[in-house]
């Protein structure tokens, strides 16, 4: 079984400050997939980004940044100086190769991003 | 606008009525989802369509639920004799044959209200 949690239900900040949103999954496969969608209040969601297994380099992205620690199972995303349009919920979800879960996304309950200005 | 549509994206129905939601993938991708996203919480696997092939089912899709791709382009999902429980967001997604890898385009959803 696969299983995401993302222990922030609702977060917080004011413009320009940083923030991390928590990442942790659980998943007996050796090779899997990591990735993180944002879905604004319009409703889609939006690939930001995907990391497999076997890959643990940290990765930047603009003001985006993602830290994958495959020893304590956690992907974790961090906002840089954020803006009010990052305001949106923000979802981590974890595909692998097991038998039934093969297309499946397992997705997080999702973190509510809330940037004051 | 090339990506995912579906339509309708409101539907306001009486218990025990049918339903039918339609998905329209990005063109080239052979891949199809179906997701269902209750309130606070992430969206849920459905169901799975290779080109027309419809290769997995969730326990959640219970017999009342069927889905359809009979051309492997778009994609309708019907609800007999809904229930109040129906009530969810149903998203759809495409994604290029990429494996494990390949990222899901979601479109923005259709939203069943079942009074």
């Known amino acids: 079984a696969q299983k995401v949690t993302q222990a922030q239900t609702e977060i917080s900040v004011v413009e320009k400050e940083d923030v991390t949103l928590d990442c942790v999954y659980e998943?007996?496969?050796?090779?899997?997939?990591l990735f993180w969608y944002k879905q604004p209040p319009s409703g889609e969601l939006v690939f930001l980004i995907r990391r497999n297994s076997f890959d643990e380099q940290n990765e930047i992205s603009g003001r985006y940044s993602w830290n994958f620690q495959k020893s304590t199972s956690s992907f974790n995303f961090t906002i840089t100086a954020s803006q009010v349009v990052d305001s949106a919920v923000y979802f981590c979800a974890l595909r692998g190769r097991s038998s039934g879960s093969a297309r499946q996304l397992t997705f997080g309950s999702g973190t509510q991003l809330t940037v004051l200005p | 606008d090339t990506g995912v549509s579906q339509n309708p994206r409101h539907k306001i129905t009486k218990r025990g009525q049918n339903v039918t939601f339609r998905c329209d993938p990005i063109?080239?991708?052979?891949?199809l989802y179906w997701y269902r996203q209750t309130l606070g919480q992430g969206p849920e696997f459905l169901t799975y369509?290779?080109?027309?092939?419809?290769?997995?089912k969730s326990r959640l899709l219970s017999d009342r639920f069927s889905a359809e791709r009979p051309k492997g382009s778009f994609s309708t999902l019907e609800i007999q004799r809904t229930e109040q429980g129906d009530s969810a967001m149903y998203l759809c997604?495409?994604?290029?044959?990429?494996?494990?890898?390949?990222?899901?385009?979601f479109g923005e959803g259709s939203r069943l209200t079942v009074l």
């Open positions: 998943t007996r496969d050796t090779t899997y997939y």
């Open positions: 063109s080239e991708h052979n891949r």
């Open positions: 369509f290779q080109n027309e092939a419809q290769l997995e």
């Open positions: 997604a495409s994604s290029l044959g990429r494996g494990q890898a390949g990222e899901l385009f």
